[in-house]
């Protein structure tokens, strides 16, 4: 059974799912470097392959599975094709497949859209939970890593639907802390802020929204070889949430000490920041 002490990102049998691009890669090209083997899967079967060429290249182990997690079944079979490969349960899971989503107030963005974010957001994350725990529960061993986003609680304007999809990823992995005690089974949840990836070009970020957010990213954002890394060592120390950067722990406390100020100066922010099509 995995002690409070076992590091479970050593010599990990790992599933990251979109671990074609971003925070994805990076988790999967550092589980290699710790020892581990990693299922790479992602919805774009060329860009999971060049993640494994990436991990063999560095002298890892790795496989490719094509998997949209919007699909149940897709998910099954992610789980099956991994348990074949490893020839054992997956020791980790990182629900990280995500797409953005802004620019636009609410009753301005599409309800398919809505549906399209949560879809990929909030339900990849439950379907891998729900198809993954109970393997890792009968092993008496294992952690499940949530990519959530500070969004879950910084509750910005003009991002509801990725706000509330995020949030949902953090309420899950919350009532997950309290279900899997005792179990052997950890949880952690990731919340960061910017992250240099390549998330901005989403089809669901309004033009001038994203060309925004890409700029901030460029100057302010965390590498995402070091989120994963920061995440993983937080992992292996126990942490249910990952918040990573400074910014996000300050939003966080402004959010918990301040409620009020914090809603107030959303409302400034959406007012002042004139970007998007809408204005
Ligand atoms: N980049 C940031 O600033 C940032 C900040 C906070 C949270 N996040 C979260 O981090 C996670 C990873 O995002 P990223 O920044 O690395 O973005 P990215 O666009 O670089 O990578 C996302 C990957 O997910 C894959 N994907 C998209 N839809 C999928 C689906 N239906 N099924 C399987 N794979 C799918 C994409 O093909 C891509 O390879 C997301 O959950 C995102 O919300 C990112």
């Given amino acids: 059974m995995i002690g409070f002490g076992k590091r479970v990102s ?7 799912t979109g671990a074609g691009s971003g925070i994805g890669r990076s988790f999967a090209i550092e589980l290699a470097a710790r020892g581990g ?7 774009d079967e060329e860009r999971a392959r060049e993640t494994v060429a990436l991990v063999d290249a560095a002298g890892g182990t ?26 054992a349960p997956p020791t980790l899971l990182i629900n990280n497949a995500g797409i953005g989503a802004g620019g636009h107030t609410v009753g301005n963005f599409g309800l398919d859209e809505w549906d399209r974010i949560l879809q990929i ?23 499940v890593i949530n990519v959530a986003s500070a969004a879950g609680f910084a509750a910005g304007p003009r991002m509801a639907a990725y706000n509330v999809s995020k949030a949902g990823v953090m309420s899950l992995s919350e009532t997950l802390a309290a279900e899997l005690a005792g179990t052997g089974v950890r ?33 302010v954002g965390m590498s ?30 402004s959010k918990r000490l301040t409620p009020a ?6 409302g400034l922010v959406s007012r002042l920041a004139p970007f998007t099509s809408e204005d």
Avoid: Y
């Fill in 10 to 16: 050593r010599e990990a049998r790992a599933v990251v």
């Fill in 37 to 43: 083997s990693v299922v790479c899967s992602d919805i």
């Fill in 62 to 87: 790795a496989t490719a599975v094509v998997c949209d997690v919007r699909e149940s079944d897709d998910v099954v079979a992610l789980r099956d094709r991994a348990v074949e490969w490893f020839s």
């Fill in 121 to 143: 957001n909030l339900w990849g994350v439950i379907h891998g939970c729900h198809h993954f725990l109970p393997l890792m529960k009968d092993a008496g061993a294992g952690g």
């Fill in 187 to 219: 949880i952690s949840v990731l919340c960061p802020t910017f992250v240099k990836t390549n998330i901005f070009t989403g089809e669901d970020i309004e033009a001038g929204a994203a060309d925004a957010a890409a700029r901030l990213a460029r100057v």
């Fill in 224 to 253: 995402p070889g070091r989120v994963a890394r920061m995440t993983l060592d937080a992992h292996d120390r126990g942490r249910l949430c990952v918040v990573p950067q400074l910014d996000a722990r300050a939003i966080w406390l």
């Fill in 261 to 266: 100020t914090h809603a107030r100066l959303g």
